[in-house]
């Protein structure tokens, strides 16, 4: 019995820690790293890249 307790308690101190770097990882992104990352994702997020149809324009069918 005791040694089942013992393993209990050992996996909940390594969940316990697991959960604490997460939770302060996750904190260090969201309040101190934040404006690093709001510039680089303003920058990412979506560019303009045409292509030309291999076939030649396109036409919706509507007459003009």
């Known amino acids: 019995m005791d040694e089942s307790r013992s393993r209990v308690r ?3 101190a390594i969940i316990l ?11 260090k992104l969201q309040l101190v790293d934040n404006q690093s990352h709001t510039g680089a994702s303003e920058n990412n997020s979506m560019r303009e890249h045409r292509v030309q ?6 036409f919706d069918g509507m007459v003009c």
């Open 10 to 12: 050992i996996f909940s």
């Open 17 to 27: 820690i697991v959960l604490a770097t997460l939770s302060l990882r996750l904190v």
């Open 53 to 58: 149809a291999p076939r030649g324009r396109f």
